[in-house]
């Protein structure tokens, strides 16, 4: 991921002086438990556990020769061991992916926890934003068209509850992919005792692969792709009705703007909400790094490289753009500016259409048919006003007059008040509430 999207603390955890720190932890940790058991010379285990971690240079210097990157690390490493020879018994009955699948998940649960921790954040200012705004009446819309009144927190716990639901998803997806395996080459455990497997397990906080042929299979991986996706999604799904709400024929709401902020480099009245359609794109980049890591489930045999590759610019830049997407959509919430008045204005700009539904049904209770004749007879005062904007009160008054029905005023004012369509809503806002 560039520069421009990566966040300090994420983006440590996929750097490789960071990785070469981890390497060093897992092969420390084995060594550690061939010498508890006798298999090497207890003498090398503190030596290679004071060996500082290669930098970044020395290894790719080595790589460039040997193109080979554990082979890389493992020579770079030895350089900074004293004895040297020390390091002979580093990686001691281990093939490349026993250290490279343990320290990947090791990296995916720092991920993962710093994702958790800013999924938090966003539920607490989504479920605060929807409480505060449980009385904030607007028109609720389908396929962008006025549907019925609506309150505006109705529609960010929506968002709350979906964000909630993503950060759960993921924290399971978190134990899918903090599996582990020291199983050597094959995964037969040829050259190295199952119990080293567990004592390294049980130090780093890991499960060991409950089978493993030289890899562990890709679909806890995938699974916590998947996750990163649903909940880039749902930062986008925030995003989108923020983008509508800032357009200038709706303007309910906008993105914070900052003074000395520009929004056009031609244009100097713009404020366009940049905030948002930045978040629609990085939600691509999280989602597309869905397929290629679940081809990386099918290798052939006991094991091929094609998923090392992929997963060198997949898992990072899933992580990285979420890391960043959870961050912007936190900062969006916190400073949106949300036009009650507006919402309000919008609420009324059709003349009433938005209470043709409660309308149909009390013609229905008074009773008229419903398809036959309510309908038809809305339906036709409706029309008339998209088309004229005249009142639905006057159109619809003087078509029940042409059907012979005289229509109940006071109760007709009753059954069009705004408030009465969100009534019921009370228990979701008490949800909202224990949200957390």
């Not at 890899?215 to 649903?230: H, K, N, P, Q, T």
């Not at 404020?271 to 691509?284: C, D, Q, T, V």
Request: with cysteine; charged share 25%.
């Amino acid at each position: 991921m560039i520069e421009r999207y990566t966040l300090p603390e994420m983006g440590r955890v996929w750097s490789d002086a960071h990785k070469y720190e981890l390497w060093c932890q897992v092969e420390v940790l084995v060594v550690e438990a061939h010498a508890e058991a006798g298999t090497i010379p207890p003498e090398v285990v503190e030596p290679v556990r004071k060996a500082p971690p290669p930098t970044p240079e020395a290894v790719h210097a080595i790589e460039a020769v040997t193109q080979h990157d554990v082979i890389a690390f493992l020579s770079a490493w030895a350089d900074n061991t004293e004895p040297r020879e020390a390091a002979r018994y580093v990686h001691f009955g281990m093939t490349s992916s026993d250290l490279l699948d343990t320290a990947l998940a090791l990296q995916l649960a720092e991920a993962t926890d710093i994702l958790l921790d800013k999924a938090d954040t966003l539920v607490a200012t989504l479920r605060d934003h929807a409480l505060a705004h449980m009385a904030t009446l607007r028109v609720g819309r389908t396929h962008g068209i006025h549907g019925e009144p609506d309150v505006w927190g109705h529609r960010v716990a929506d968002f709350a509850f979906a964000m909630a639901r993503s950060r759960d998803r993921l924290r399971r997806a978190r134990e899918a992919v903090g599996v582990m395996a020291i199983s050597g080459a094959v995964g037969t455990y040829s050259n190295i005792d199952p119990a080293v497997e567990l004592h390294v397990a049980r130090k780093l906080g890991l499960k060991p692969a409950d089978v493993s042929t030289q890899v562990v299979m890709r679909d806890g991986i995938s699974e916590w792709v998947s996750s990163l996706a649903i909940m880039a999604t749902v930062c986008e799904a925030i995003a989108l009705e923020v983008r509508h709400g800032q357009r200038t024929e709706v303007r309910e709401l906008w993105e914070p703007f900052g003074k000395g902020q520009k929004g056009s480099s031609a244009m100097p009245h713009k404020k366009n909400p940049i905030i948002s359609e930045r978040l629609a794109g990085m939600a691509r980049i999280v989602r597309a790094q869905i397929v290629p890591v679940l081809e990386g489930i099918p290798l052939w045999h006991e094991r091929d490289i094609s998923h090392s590759s992929t997963e060198r610019i997949a898992l990072p830049d899933a992580s990285i753009a979420l890391d960043y997407m959870l961050n912007l959509t936190n900062r969006l919430m916190s400073g949106l500016v949300v036009d009650e008045a507006r919402m309000k204005a919008n609420l009324e700009s059709t003349g009433g259409l938005i209470y043709t539904s409660t309308v149909l049904l009390e013609l229905v209770e008074a009773g008229m048919s419903r398809d036959d004749e309510a309908y038809p007879l809305v339906q036709k005062a409706a029309m008339e006003t998209w088309e004229t904007g005249t009142p639905f009160r006057e159109t619809l008054r003087r078509h029940a007059a042409e059907a012979g029905l005289t229509l109940d005023e006071k109760r007709l004012d009753e059954v069009c008040r705004p408030e009465r369509f969100v009534e019921r809503l009370g228990p979701v806002f008490d949800r909202l509430a224990a949200l957390s």
